[in-house]
């Protein structure tokens, strides 16, 4: 994320009501340090919900808004 060091797994699981998905924790490093930035994305086991990659893809678009801002933003600015 924004090219800083983190750590991002995924998981599928299954609820006790039988829902099936995948869920996508991932947290990085905020930039300077000073803290750390946490991602989670989830989506369903079902033919009606997006793919599983587009949790991956969610999260490599996710960048640093600014040098001095502590908010992130979607792809290019």
Partial sequence: MGG???RAERWYA???TGTKGCILPATFQAKG???S???EGSVNDDALS????ALEQI???IEQA???SSTCHLGPA
């Fill in 50 to 53: 997006p793919e599983k990659d």
């Fill in 66 to 68: 600014g040098s001095s």
């Fill in 37 to 39: 930035v946490v991602f």
């Fill in 33 to 35: 340090g000073g803290g």
């Fill in 14 to 16: 299954r609820t006790s």
């Fill in 59 to 61: 999260l490599n678009g």
């Fill in 4 to 6: 800083g060091p983190g």
